[in-house]
């Protein structure tokens, strides 16, 4: 798991779903990695975390590239329409 | 009839700044005196493939431990957990790994069963770490998997606390083993010719082995990395690698 290449995020007015329940969210770390479930070399991956209740608190994804690429359309169109209501 | 036996547990050892942090250690059960292995887990963390690792050193005939070095991050959460916290964090900062590989080899060389001659070898970000203990620790041997940022600078806003080690090369105490895919980028192919450029410009001891058809993680059985003509080769090297340097009394 050698890119190392790290984005970082504060994220505010925000909760996940872990394994504990509900709970807030506190930053999210994206970075193409090596996966630890994914059947692929390399996934885009994102940790949404809350290190104040431990690195249990934590909802996390590994996506294949084509995948982030539809999430990231889609959380652009929705983002968009957003600003709309 | 051969006796293979091996007793693998957890313990506590101190580490650096003196703190209590968790290991996985497995040694021999025949009695013999024999040298000891750190295995420095790779950066998904200490998860159940580097405690295979840590057996598998003991059925070789060493005294082995992995130090858990997201302990402090992460005390007894899930590897995958450990791993994504000690990202967020900023990873490992090097002078607390080598504090806590210390307190390994100290740990090691305490046994009653301890030749005196430790070796270490690492995985990934471990790679780099034991290059980085063979500049700070007396051991007697390294080996370095695919290891990035030995040589070569970390990209621009890079999160993690990684400082290459190259300038250091000439520090080097221990003769180094090292094992490289060819089609790794971390570390390229042309990072790995650098740093061997510099062990001989130096006068190190090394061997290096580069492997095509192979890229990063190529040890990583559960993984799509893995290539097993190339961890076959490799284990073999690292075998014969730890006999060549740490058998015999220190």
Request: net charge negative; proline share 6%.
């Amino acid at each position: 798991m050698c890119t190392y290449s790290t984005e970082k995020i504060a994220v505010t007015a925000s909760s996940g779903k872990g394994p504990q329940g509900w709970f807030p969210l506190r930053t999210a770390t994206v970075y193409y990695d090596h996966p630890v479930h994914a059947p692929d070399e390399h996934t885009v991956n994102i940790d949404f975390l809350n290190p104040e209740e431990g690195p249990a608190a934590r909802v996390a994804v590994e996506l294949s590239l084509d995948s982030a690429r539809e999430l990231l359309a889609a959380l652009q169109v929705t983002v968009e329409r957003a600003q709309h209501h | 009839m051969r006796y293979d036996a091996v007793l693998a547990e957890t313990v506590g050892i101190r580490g650096a700044n003196d703190d209590e942090i968790e290991a996985y250690t497995a040694r021999p059960m025949d009695g013999g005196r024999r040298a000891g292995v750190v295995v420095i887990h790779h950066m998904p963390g200490y998860d159940r493939e580097s405690k295979e690792v840590v057996r598998r050193f003991a059925v070789w005939g060493y005294n082995a431990i992995c130090v858990n070095l997201y302990s402090r991050e992460a005390p007894d959460a899930d590897p995958d957990d450990a791993a994504a916290a000690a990202r967020a964090s900023g990873g490992v900062p090097d002078e607390r790994f080598v504090g806590d590989a210390a307190g390994a080899v100290r740990w090691l060389r305490a046994l009653p069963t301890a030749s005196g001659k430790v070796g270490t070898i690492g995985f990934c970000s471990g790679g780099r770490q034991a290059f980085l203990s063979a500049l700070e620790l007396d051991v007697q041997a390294a080996v370095d998997c695919y290891g990035a940022f030995v040589v070569g600078t970390p990209p621009e806003g890079f999160p993690l606390q990684v400082q290459p080690l190259a300038d250091r090369t000439a520090e080097l105490r221990a003769p180094l083993l090292g094992l490289f895919g060819n089609e790794d980028s971390y570390p390229s192919p042309d990072q790995v010719d650098e740093l061997e450029k510099l062990l001989q410009t130096h006068g190190k001891t090394y061997e290096f082995h580069r492997y095509d058809d192979a890229g990063h993680a190529f040890f990583s059985v559960d993984r799509p990395s893995y290539r097993v003509a190339a961890a076959l080769d490799g284990w073999q090297r690292v075998q014969a690698f730890f006999a060549a340097h740490l058998d015999g009394e220190a």
